[in-house]
């Protein structure tokens, strides 16, 4: 072979095993970071371990603090729940006080009633037996009436102590202690008949039976009467009392009937002209038809009204209205209203005019009215009906109740109030002389109280 072929074959191989050597070298470089990127790996595998471990303990730390919350969450809702049962309890306790108060304040109360009405029922007792001079048996049988009567449902809105009152006002009308007594039911049904006290409707019913002249036995007639005639026309008792009390003497002596004043003073309320106008009216009207002047016979002639029969009695009140009313018909208005103007006068001429124009047939059907036997009782009867009447009813047992209550404790109390009433008199002086003392001896506040301390001299 020759040198020049082998320098040829001999650079090939040079280049070749050149070539390996880089492979190689790149190989290894390869190898290297081959190698590094594996340590790195591994060194992020390490730190991940790490961070796992590290993140598994915070897990745990997590956890635990999860369940010491969840511990602290049953601890806290447990005593919520216990917090709100306790709150409901006391709320329930609160309720059942109140209540407790509430009934407590409503027994006092009752309490309070129940000796108020007892003490006036008292003062009412006593009084009437100091007016009519009643013995001590007349007490009790006062003091048994007074409680029957209040007891009694068909009186609504009574009492024992309301129809004490009633007695009493009938004993100051003049009646004696057996007659108030008995007409004090009377008093009480004219009462409820009109929604008055008993104690008003009493003073009225004496004070009517007393202008009239009647008799102890008739205040059941003189009670219906004026029921009857507050609840057939307009107004009330009290303007029907203030009518009779102006009218009812002199119609007394001139021979009229309660119940003949009542029709013509319930037909002049009719007619608007109420109370003492009214009795004022009627009374006029009476008094000039008594004592008629030269002018008012003149008219009585025209009028053609004969008011005296001839013994000199007086015809009745229906006799002169029936006058007027014809005349009324068969005179001119002028001529009528100067002819009643002279035969009234002046201040009765619309009164008589009222009853010229309503007329005889108009006093028949009122007297007929008011005249009705039982009419108070059955006025105060009708205020006991419906539900208004069941609450009556119902206060009436309670007050019935508290009256006996009442007379079973009052001896007792009464006792135990003087003594103490002469143990506060007995204590009074000694109470003042040791106050006398002690203000003597104790220096007091007042004016330039408390003084300054003296001042000390420097010199």
């Given at each position: 072979m020759s040198n020049y072929t082998l320098s040829v074959q001999m650079r090939a191989d040079a280049a070749h095993l050149l070539s390996q050597v880089r492979q190689a070298s790149r190989a290894m470089r390869d190898l290297r970071r081959d190698t590094d990127a594996l340590r790195s790996g591994l060194g992020r595998i390490d730190g991940g371990s790490r961070a796992a471990a590290v993140g598994l303990r915070s897990v745990g730390r997590s956890s635990h603090e999860a369940g010491a919350g969840?511990?602290?969450?049953?601890?806290?809702?447990?005593?919520?729940?216990?917090?709100?049962?306790?709150?409901?309890?006391?709320?329930?306790?609160?309720?059942h006080h109140l209540r407790g108060l509430v009934v407590g304040g409503g027994i006092v109360a009752g309490l309070a009633e129940i000796a108020k009405e007892g003490n006036e029922y008292q003062r009412s007792i006593n009084k009437w037996g100091a007016v009519t001079g009643a013995s001590g048996t007349e007490m009790v049988q006062a003091a048994a009436k007074a409680r029957e009567l209040g007891a009694d449902l068909t009186l609504p809105g009574t009492s024992a102590a309301k129809a004490a009152e009633a007695m009493l006002e009938l004993a100051k009308a003049g009646q004696t202690s057996t007659s108030s007594m008995a007409n004090a039911r009377a008093a009480m049904q004219l009462a409820a008949a009109?929604?008055?006290?008993?104690?008003?409707?009493?003073?009225?019913?004496?004070?009517?039976?007393?202008?009239?002249?009647?008799?102890?036995?008739?205040?059941g007639r003189a009670a219906d009467v004026l029921a009857a005639s507050a609840n057939a026309a307009s107004g009330g008792l009290q303007d029907i009392y203030y009518a009779m009390s102006y009218t009812g003497p002199v119609a007394a002596q001139l021979g009229i009937s309660i119940e003949d004043c009542s029709a013509a003073v319930a037909m002049l309320a009719r007619s608007g002209i109420l109370g003492s106008k009214a009795g004022t009216s009627l009374r006029g009207m009476l008094t000039n038809l008594a004592k008629p002047t030269a002018a008012a016979k003149r008219g009585l002639a025209e009028l053609n009204i004969e008011a005296w029969d001839s013994q000199g009695n007086f015809k009745g009140l229906r006799t002169v209205i029936e006058g007027l009313e014809k005349a009324q018909h068969r005179m001119s208005q002028k001529d009528f209203l100067a002819a009643a103007s002279a035969v009234v006068g002046k201040p009765a001429l619309a009164g008589a005019a009222a009853l010229a124009h309503q007329?005889?047939?108009?006093?028949?059907?009122?007297?007929?009215?008011?005249?009705?036997?039982?009419?108070?009782?059955?006025?105060?009867?009708?205020?006991?009906?419906?539900?208004?009447?069941?609450?009556?009813?119902?206060?009436?047992q309670w007050s019935n109740a508290g009256q006996v209550l009442y007379t079973a404790a009052a001896p007792g109390l009464e006792k135990v109030t003087r003594l103490?009433?002469?143990?506060?008199?007995?204590a009074t002086p000694t109470s003042r002389r040791a106050w006398?003392?002690?203000?003597?001896?104790?220096?007091?506040?007042?004016?330039?109280?408390?003084?300054?301390?003296?001042?000390?001299?420097?010199?």
């Amino acid at each position: 072979m020759s040198n020049y072929t082998l320098s040829v074959q001999m650079r090939a191989d040079a280049a070749h095993l050149l070539s390996q050597v880089r492979q190689a070298s790149r190989a290894m470089r390869d190898l290297r970071r081959d190698t590094d990127a594996l340590r790195s790996g591994l060194g992020r595998i390490d730190g991940g371990s790490r961070a796992a471990a590290v993140g598994l303990r915070s897990v745990g730390r997590s956890s635990h603090e999860a369940g010491a919350g969840l511990r602290r969450v049953g601890a806290d809702g447990h005593a919520s729940m216990s917090r709100l049962r306790h709150g409901v309890l006391s709320a329930r306790q609160e309720l059942h006080h109140l209540r407790g108060l509430v009934v407590g304040g409503g027994i006092v109360a009752g309490l309070a009633e129940i000796a108020k009405e007892g003490n006036e029922y008292q003062r009412s007792i006593n009084k009437w037996g100091a007016v009519t001079g009643a013995s001590g048996t007349e007490m009790v049988q006062a003091a048994a009436k007074a409680r029957e009567l209040g007891a009694d449902l068909t009186l609504p809105g009574t009492s024992a102590a309301k129809a004490a009152e009633a007695m009493l006002e009938l004993a100051k009308a003049g009646q004696t202690s057996t007659s108030s007594m008995a007409n004090a039911r009377a008093a009480m049904q004219l009462a409820a008949a009109d929604n008055l006290s008993a104690a008003d409707a009493a003073r009225y019913l004496g004070d009517v039976m007393d202008q009239f002249g009647l008799s102890s036995n008739n205040a059941g007639r003189a009670a219906d009467v004026l029921a009857a005639s507050a609840n057939a026309a307009s107004g009330g008792l009290q303007d029907i009392y203030y009518a009779m009390s102006y009218t009812g003497p002199v119609a007394a002596q001139l021979g009229i009937s309660i119940e003949d004043c009542s029709a013509a003073v319930a037909m002049l309320a009719r007619s608007g002209i109420l109370g003492s106008k009214a009795g004022t009216s009627l009374r006029g009207m009476l008094t000039n038809l008594a004592k008629p002047t030269a002018a008012a016979k003149r008219g009585l002639a025209e009028l053609n009204i004969e008011a005296w029969d001839s013994q000199g009695n007086f015809k009745g009140l229906r006799t002169v209205i029936e006058g007027l009313e014809k005349a009324q018909h068969r005179m001119s208005q002028k001529d009528f209203l100067a002819a009643a103007s002279a035969v009234v006068g002046k201040p009765a001429l619309a009164g008589a005019a009222a009853l010229a124009h309503q007329g005889a047939a108009s006093y028949d059907q009122m007297h007929t009215a008011i005249a009705r036997t039982g009419a108070a009782g059955e006025i105060a009867a009708s205020q006991t009906k419906g539900l208004s009447g069941a609450v009556s009813q119902l206060k009436t047992q309670w007050s019935n109740a508290g009256q006996v209550l009442y007379t079973a404790a009052a001896p007792g109390l009464e006792k135990v109030t003087r003594l103490l009433t002469a143990g506060l008199g007995a204590a009074t002086p000694t109470s003042r002389r040791a106050w006398t003392t002690c203000t003597t001896c104790t220096p007091w506040p007042g004016p330039g109280w408390p003084r300054p301390p003296p001042t000390r001299s420097t010199s």
